[in-house]
């Protein structure tokens, strides 16, 4: 088991840019792939981008394709996602998740199922 903390949400401006953190428990944290997902009021969990465990692989869902960037600090046991652009239809609460196995290989299309760990999740709204 990993416990995740999420933080960074607030509420921006149509265009504006950012930063959410996850911190990870455990020394583990580097054998996991970990990604990020995101659910608005009355939607379903919905995947945004994920990094695979050493680092080298990302995929990101056509959404958010060239505006969202995952990167990880693994000194700090940290993940982060880098917002640019915002819009308000990228308003929900965000998720980051650990998946359920170590040194694994991330089937596409990314399923939440897949993943083991969840954190308490962090708010984004953007306004128009």
């Known amino acids: 088991q990993v416990q995740l903390v999420e933080s960074g949400g607030g509420t921006v401006q149509t265009g504006d840019s950012l930063r959410l953190s996850c911190v990870a428990s455990?020394?583990?944290?580097?054998?996991?792939?970990m990604a990020w997902f995101r659910q608005a009021p009355g939607k379903e969990r919905e995947f945004v981008i994920v990094k695979n465990w050493s680092g080298e692989w990302t995929y990101s869902a056509d959404s958010v394709k060239g505006r969202f960037t995952i990167s990880r600090d693994n000194a700090k046991n940290t993940v982060y996602l880098d917002m640019n652009n915002l819009k308000p239809e990228d308003t929900a609460t965000y998720y980051c998740?650990?998946?359920?196995?170590?040194?694994?290989?991330?089937?596409?299309?990314?399923?939440?199922?897949?993943?083991?760990?969840w954190g308490q999740g962090t708010q984004v709204t953007v306004s128009s």
């Open positions: 455990g020394r583990y944290f580097s054998s996991y792939a």
């Open positions: 998740a650990a998946y359920k196995k170590t040194f694994a290989l991330v089937t596409v299309p990314v399923s939440a199922s897949d993943f083991g760990s």
